[in-house]
């Protein structure tokens, strides 16, 4: 069975065995399910058995932090094996064989069909769209007024807290997604994040798009503060929480290229706060107002 799916505007299909369980866990999926199935950016297949994949050369280890998956990569007959664990001293439990353009994949359960499900079309949709304007980012984001505004950090640093803090104390906010929305630059030279099937703990999957208001990272303090981002930390902050392969040159270039559209179009802020109703308040309060270069303390 072949379903088609829209995120951001990409269509990409996902091949699996008609009646196989792990169809389950694609109901994240549903509100982006599509028949037209032309001009597909990937196309993912579930296998039985792996082939023989001895002769494989490791190419580098990917893991930024030892509580998040584990991506050994290597190259393997013209093509892309990924090997992926949950953590980084996990046992792999996901074998990928991606070609080199990230348009066809393969992919071997050994564990969690929803750890593997999610991080095979997550993988392939970050990696593909890098090179159409589009960033799969790890953020949080809230709408307000017809507008999105996306809050960044490290994990744990508060971002679905401070999400909730403008929905519990600033009237007509809502939340389009709390985990990894997708930014597009889009063909008219619109910013706009939209939502997706991939929403982390929190079950937000909107297919709905808005227009970006501002990009805040989030940074846990004494006091809070907030201040405009200088083009240099705009692009540190974007570039730390977008997903991607930096080694791939044609793919580090597409996220370069990306950021730099959207930095230049989109007000960046950097806040240091505390999880309360002030640090929503003083937030949207300066987000929504573009304040400038100026740095506010509540």
């Known amino acids: 069975m072949k379903k088609v799916y829209k995120v951001a505007g990409h269509k ?4 699996m065995p008609d009646n196989d369980v792990a169809w389950s866990e694609m109901k994240p999926y549903e509100a ?21 994949t001895s002769q494989k050369q490791k190419v580098t280890v990917c893991c930024t932090s030892p509580d998040m998956p584990r991506y050994d990569i290597y190259e393997w007959e013209g093509k892309w094996l990924m090997e992926i664990a949950p953590m980084l001293e996990a ?31 997550m993988v392939m949709y970050a990696f593909v769209t ?12 809230t709408v307000k007024d017809g507008k999105g505004y996306l809050f960044l ?31 597009r630059v889009d063909p008219n030279g619109e910013i706009r994040v939209y939502g997706s099937p991939w929403s982390g703990k929190t ?15 989030l940074h846990q303090a004494k006091t809070n503060e907030i201040h405009q981002q200088l083009m240099t930390q705009a692009y540190a902050s974007m570039y730390v929480s977008c997903s991607g392969l930096r080694f791939i040159k044609e793919m580090a270039d597409g996220l370069h290229t990306a950021i730099v559209k959207i930095i230049n179009l989109v007000p960046c802020y950097s806040l240091d706060c505390l999880p309360n109703d002030k640090a929503a308040f003083l937030c949207y309060n300066t987000v ?8 506010l303390t509540e």
């Not at 792999?92 to 969690?112: N, W």
Request: proline fraction near 4%; charge should be negative; aromatic fraction near 8%.
């Open 12 to 15: 990409f299909a996902v091949v």
């Open 32 to 52: 982006f399910e599509v028949e037209d199935d032309s001009n597909l950016v990937f196309t993912a297949r579930m296998i039985d058995s792996m082939p023989d």
């Open 91 to 121: 046992p792999i439990r996901l074998y990928m064989i991606a070609d080199k353009s990230f348009s066809e994949t393969e992919f071997r359960v050994l564990g969690s069909l929803r750890f593997t499900i999610n991080t095979v079309i």
């Open 130 to 141: 890098a090179k159409k304007d589009t960033l799969l980012m790890h953020s949080s984001v």
């Open 153 to 183: 950090g490290k994990s744990g640093t508060g971002k679905s807290t401070h999400s909730q803090l403008w929905i519990n104390n600033i009237e007509g906010c809502e939340l389009l997604n709390d985990d990894n929305p997708v930014l």
């Open 203 to 217: 079950p937000c999957y909107r297919n709905l798009d808005y227009p970006v208001g501002a990009i805040v990272d």
């Open 288 to 295: 929504t107002q573009h304040h400038g270069e100026s740095s």
